[in-house]
């Protein structure tokens, strides 16, 4: 591993009015794509398949062979789909990289549609973040004025348009089926697959989903090249990434670091917990993966060793917890989102996680009963696997790693409330603040 920190993405986030042309332009913006376009596209996705960038919006596919598998025989046309649709608990690395440096995205959308031979790039984002839409489409107007979108790019022959698309503010539409019928204009539900979205996506036509840290990791390797990105990072799991520490930490926020850092090295850059706080449990890659403890404090933070830990690494959201935290009523309050943000389509996701909130609701109120544990368990199981999308499985996943670290905390629900073992008043977000040192 390199040093601690690895600041690309964010090397350039305190500079004054950094998400416009002239101060992406002033820190060598755009001389990446210059290269791209005069590289053949079957070259650019050699280069990317080369450098090992794997997704960085969950599963961590390699996204030179997703771009490969874009079938150029195909007479119809290709598309380019940026997901920034960021909405899992605990995750926000892709929203401030598209307000702080929104070229930054726009000009890897441009190589990456370049490589897939697609004429028309979507970046879908959360509607609720207007302020993200807004800043993306005023760069986006700024790039086509400036020759960098639009036809005949550069004087390369090379024609791309770029759609900034508003979402309506569904977590399903994270989901990159559910997010191609919600393009389309239908509700967002997720597809019944194969056909995957490479071969039949937007439009019944060839597709990449991308996610935004994916696509904005990609004008770094043209320009620096495949060695310089490998020398980050871990065997298997090339480069950086951005890490979203949150919780009952001194000094949350956004770390760039190599891929294999520890969560013990990220809590010291940190700042470590809160004064009087331990740590307790935290998610690795957002609430949607199995909580760990602080036995896996040395783990390295790559898909291969969150993977032998019993997680994932997901969207390496750094959920922090401490001490005064109840394990019951944290899950209880992820379950009651995924619950809510169920699209309802298959029906062990739509009525499973409904009786897994009921459950989880009677452990936090201290009313549980005998066989409940056993129950949501049951549960779980039961809607694992057996969904169409990942989120019935990303429901699962936190209740049956807490039951597997904290049973007893879930035994103790039979009989006495959360709010009892744990009192809000205890934690340190409500603790009184010493000012000045008083």
């Not at 997680?311 to 922090?320: D, R, Y």
Request: a negative charge; one cysteine or more; charged letters at 20%.
């Amino acid at each position: 591993m390199t040093d601690t920190l690895t600041p690309v993405l964010s090397a350039d986030w305190g500079t004054d009015r950094a998400w416009t042309l002239k101060a992406y332009k002033q820190a060598g913006g755009y001389s990446a794509l210059e290269t791209a376009l005069k590289m053949a596209p079957d070259d650019v996705i050699a280069m990317v398949k080369d450098s090992g960038l794997r997704g960085r919006g969950g599963a961590g596919f390699p996204t030179g062979m997703k771009w490969s598998f874009i079938p150029q025989d195909n007479p119809k046309p290709k598309y380019l789909v940026v997901n920034a649709d960021e909405s899992e608990p605990g995750t926000c690395k892709d929203i401030p990289l598209m307000m702080a440096t929104p070229h930054t995205l726009i000009e890897g959308v441009i190589i990456a549609a370049h490589a897939i031979r697609a004429k028309t790039a979507f970046i879908y984002v959360r509607g609720e973040v207007l302020h993200v839409v807004r800043r993306l489409r005023a760069a986006a107007r700024e790039a086509k004025e400036a020759g960098y979108l639009g036809t005949d790019i550069l004087g390369s022959g090379i024609d791309v348009e770029l759609i900034i698309h508003a979402g309506a503010g569904a977590y399903i539409c994270g989901e990159e089926t559910a997010l191609l019928d919600s393009l389309e204009g239908r509700r967002g539900q997720p597809r019944l697959r194969p056909p995957f979205p490479a071969v039949e996506g937007l439009y019944a036509s060839p597709t990449v989903v991308n996610n935004v840290e994916s696509i904005a990791s990609v004008p770094s390797i043209v320009k620096n090249g495949i060695d310089w990105f490998g020398s980050m990072g871990t065997e298997k799991s090339k480069g950086y990434t951005l890490y979203s520490l949150s919780g009952h930490v001194a000094r949350p926020g956004q770390y760039e670091a190599p891929l294999g850092i520890t969560l013990r090295e990220l809590l010291d850059l940190g700042g470590g917990m809160r004064p009087g706080s331990e740590l307790k449990f935290w998610t690795p890659g957002g609430s949607s993966t199995p909580i760990l403890t602080a036995e896996h404090l040395d783990i390295p933070l790559d898909y291969e060793g969150v993977g032998a830990a019993g997680s994932m690494l997901g969207t390496k959201a750094l959920q922090v917890f401490d001490q005064t935290t109840s394990v019951v009523r944290c899950v209880l309050r992820w379950t009651e989102f995924y619950k809510h943000e169920s699209c309802g389509k298959c029906t062990p996701c739509r009525e499973g996680t409904w009786w897994l909130v009921q459950t989880l609701q009677r452990l936090d109120e201290g009313q549980g009963k005998d066989g409940d544990i056993e129950l949501l368990l049951d549960l779980c199981e039961n809607i694992l696997g057996r969904s169409f999308c990942a989120l019935g499985d990303g429901a699962t996943s936190p209740i049956t790693s807490a039951i597997q670290h904290f049973r007893s905390e879930f035994e103790s629900g039979l009989h006495t409330p959360s709010r009892e073992l744990f009192p809000p008043a205890a934690s340190t977000l409500f603790a009184p603040q010493t000012v000045g040192g008083k």
